[in-house]
């Protein structure tokens, strides 16, 4: 049985950049889930109703960013709905996009952000399990698979010799392969709700680093 996480080659700078390139040219345009809008524009604004433009809030499906959207006027916007954020965002629905973190949501994009995270994780689950195979060493002692919620050194040793056998095909391949690993999706829905939450982490695998301004 595998002891140490050592015993694979730890990712480098370059490794980490190729990982980063090849995330973001999954396709031509990248996108994101309306998480809330606000037709009428931010309740905390004092400006006059016909000054305050419309708002949405949303969520990356590539690398989780979440951004607050000035909605241009008139645009049809609705809570679960795809827009384009990248290369850039549709200039006849936004106006203006910028990076903000957890605690910049409102409540209502708070309680939407876990249903979407759970939607994305099983819409794509191939993306996802392939956490699960390609998941390398951070250190001599650290393993990306030690960041998820619950694995410890026995579940991360039973994840690498079981992917040694044969690259593991779906969720439920996860489970009937690695004994006491029950709901992998669950476990990485909890990581990524984690790292959206807290922006101090230390290790953010799933999560982009807040890059401030969309434009």
Known sequence: ???EPSTENPPTDADAAT???TAGSRGETREAVILDF???GDPADNRAPHQKPALAYALDTDDFRLFRLQIVDGADVSIGDGLVVDP???PAVVDRMTEIGYDDLTRNAQGELEYAVEELVEREERR???FFNDAGPISLRLHQLNLLPGIGKKLRNNILDERKRGP???FDDVTDRVSGLHHPQDVLVERIMEELRDEDLKYRTFVGRNGG???
Do not use: I, Q, R, Y
């Open 88 to 90: 850039e965002p549709d």
């Open 1 to 3: 049985m595998t002891d």
């Open 213 to 215: 301004d969309g434009g």
């Open 38 to 40: 606000l037709p009428n």
């Open 19 to 21: 990982a980063d390139e």
């Open 128 to 130: 996802f399990v392939d």
């Open 168 to 170: 593991f095909e779906s």
